[in-house]
């Protein structure tokens, strides 16, 4: 882990975990996966959303979201505490 990476997320992490994950997991993923995939991609054919359709796009990419936060947050707690006994020990 470079030093900027390091220091950066140790700065994240004082922000707490709860943060990260709403943050970087739902607001920035998945509502964007959200739209794009409920209004573009995944549109249906005859141009007719219905409300249960949507609302089961934001369930998914809600659910999505938060566990691409988590998960996220999980690897970078790893990394980050491996750098640190890395660092601790030298």
Do not use: C, H
């Amino acid at each position: 882990m470079k030093e900027k990476q390091f220091d950066k997320w140790q700065k994240m992490r004082m922000k707490g975990k709860r943060r990260f994950i709403l943050i970087n997991g739902l607001l920035s993923w998945g509502v964007p996966m959200f739209v794009v995939m409920t209004f573009v991609v995944n549109m249906p054919k005859n141009g007719d959303l219905t409300f249960g359709l949507i609302a089961i796009n934001a369930l998914i990419w809600t659910l999505g979201g938060l566990a691409f936060g988590y998960l996220t947050w999980t690897l970078s707690e790893k990394n980050y505490q491996k750098e640190l006994k890395k660092r601790e020990s030298a």
